[in-house]
């Protein structure tokens, strides 16, 4: 078979490999997360972009459940009992696989999720979930430009 023909197989196989999306909900790590009977983000919710995670006593719990934030600043993710949360054990998944900003767990940092909002956002809620070895649950965050 010709080197050339070869290649261009390779190269096919590998770009195409590289460019399937990651799978969502349906198969993917969020596939046995119950979704929650909030359906979108209320006025009223807290404005503050600061959501805490309990992991106490085998649980996973956030509050507020829905929070609202500007574009181009950060959602950062307190995770309670201090100190009880080993590195790579609290992962942020988004729903949509086109919302890959949304995507982070506590690798740096144990107790803290750190997130950058784009500056170039819809106004709009967005769904992501928040899974351990054990729990799932999905939040949601309004982002206001």
């Known amino acids: 078979m010709n080197k050339k023909i070869l290649f261009v197989l390779a190269l096919?196989?590998?770009?195409?490999?590289?460019?399937?999306a990651p799978?969502?909900?349906?198969g993917g790590p969020l596939a046995n997360c119950k979704p929650q009977a909030i359906k979108s983000c209320k006025k009223n919710d807290p404005?503050?972009?600061?959501?805490?995670?309990?992991?106490?006593?085998?649980?996973?719990?956030a509050k507020p459940y829905c929070v609202r934030a500007e574009e181009?600043?950060?959602?950062?993710?307190?995770?309670?009992?201090?100190?009880?949360?080993?590195?790579?054990?609290v992962e942020i998944i988004p729903k949509d696989p086109n919302h890959k900003w949304l995507e982070a767990s506590n690798s740096i940092l144990q107790d803290l999720i750190i997130i950058?909002?784009?500056?170039?956002l819809d106004d709009d809620d967005y769904y992501y979930g928040v899974?351990?070895?054990?729990?799932?649950?999905d939040p949601r965050i309004h982002i206001k430009r």
């Open 72 to 89: 181009g600043t950060q959602l950062v993710f307190r995770l309670t009992p201090s100190g009880k949360n080993p590195l790579n054990t």
């Open 23 to 26: 799978t969502a909900p349906d």
């Open 116 to 120: 950058d909002i784009p500056s170039d």
């Open 47 to 61: 404005q503050a972009p600061t959501v805490n995670l309990n992991t106490r006593n085998g649980k996973l719990e």
């Open 12 to 20: 096919n196989w590998i770009l195409v490999g590289c460019s399937q």
């Open 131 to 137: 899974k351990t070895n054990t729990h799932c649950i």
